[in-house]
């Protein structure tokens, strides 16, 4: 948070909170030719919609101040809402095991048109040789980036037919990469009273996953 009364460090204590949520719909035709009894290879492409809300909040206490100005318990709130769609198109292979079992791994890239609207709103409080000083700067930005994305995985799965029910398991580690994602606004320079900058950050999401699906 800037204030132009206060010297760095404006506040000895901030406290943030961060939620991210993201929806991801991909609708696919997929091709799947065998090399083998036990090696398969696979090719797919699409569409890929992105659907992405990102909610900043900090506050701040234990403001600057010396003996004459004085910074107040002051807060900001960014929020930034995203839609993206695209063309989608990846190929990834199957290594069958015995019991069931087979070895997997896939990979896929999309490059979406996102539409990124973001908000940014602080309270700076203070106060100038005693008199109270408040500043409510609001900013509101709209703007189209174009994001490639790149998705990967690799898994141990488990498919079995009970009668006309298909059952498939799989547990896999996913890495998936996004460009040009995060563009909450903050601030550029702590020489400039109020400069709100918005810069193109990226978005990596990686972890194990598990997945179930039935078909008939």
Same mark, same amino acid.
């Given at each position: 948070?800037?204030?132009?009364?206060?010297?760095?460090?404006?506040?000895?204590?901030?406290?943030?909170?961060?939620?991210?949520?993201?929806?991801?719909?991909?609708?696919?035709?997929?091709?799947?030719?065998?090399?083998?009894?036990?090696?398969?290879?696979? *090719?797919?492409?699409?569409?890929?919609?992105?659907?992405?809300?990102?909610?900043?909040?900090?506050?701040?206490?234990?403001?600057?101040?010396?003996?004459?100005?004085?910074?107040?318990?002051?807060?900001?709130?960014?929020?930034?809402?995203?839609?993206?769609?695209?063309?989608?198109?990846?190929?990834?292979?199957? =290594?069958?095991?015995?019991?069931?079992?087979?070895?997997?791994?896939?990979?896929?890239?999309?490059?979406?048109?996102?539409?990124?609207?973001?908000?940014?709103?602080?309270?700076?409080?203070?106060?100038?040789?005693? *008199?109270?000083?408040?500043?409510?700067?609001?900013?509101?930005?709209?703007? =189209?980036?174009?994001?490639?994305?790149?998705?990967?995985?690799?898994?141990?799965?488990?498919?079995?037919?009970?009668?006309?029910?298909?059952?498939?398991?799989?547990?896999?580690?996913?890495?998936?990469?996004? =460009?040009?994602?995060?563009?909450?606004?903050?601030?550029?320079?702590?020489?400039?009273?109020?400069?709100?900058?918005?810069?193109?950050?990226?978005?990596?999401?990686?972890?194990?996953?598990?997945?179930?699906?039935?078909?008939?």
């Amino acid at each position: 948070l800037q204030a132009a009364i206060a010297e760095f460090p404006v506040y000895s204590n901030a406290k943030g909170t961060y939620l991210f949520l993201m929806n991801l719909i991909d609708i696919e035709l997929a091709y799947k030719g065998c090399i083998s009894d036990f090696f398969s290879l696979f *090719v797919h492409g699409g569409l890929k919609f992105m659907l992405t809300d990102q909610t900043f909040r900090a506050r701040y206490s234990g403001g600057f101040f010396d003996g004459t100005n004085q910074m107040l318990d002051s807060y900001a709130h960014s929020k930034l809402k995203g839609t993206g769609a695209g063309p989608r198109m990846g190929f990834g292979s199957e =290594w069958k095991l015995p019991k069931d079992f087979s070895l997997l791994a896939a990979m896929a890239g999309a490059f979406l048109l996102n539409s990124s609207e973001a908000k940014r709103k602080d309270q700076s409080i203070g106060t100038i040789s005693g *008199v109270p000083q408040t500043i409510f700067p609001v900013l509101h930005m709209h703007a =189209w980036v174009v994001c490639p994305l790149f998705e990967g995985k690799a898994g141990l799965g488990w498919q079995h037919c009970f009668g006309a029910t298909q059952l498939d398991l799989l547990l896999a580690y996913e890495f998936n990469h996004y =460009w040009a994602v995060n563009m909450l606004p903050r601030y550029a320079d702590s020489a400039i009273f109020y400069m709100p900058y918005t810069g193109k950050g990226n978005l990596t999401v990686q972890g194990a996953s598990f997945t179930i699906s039935v078909g008939y």
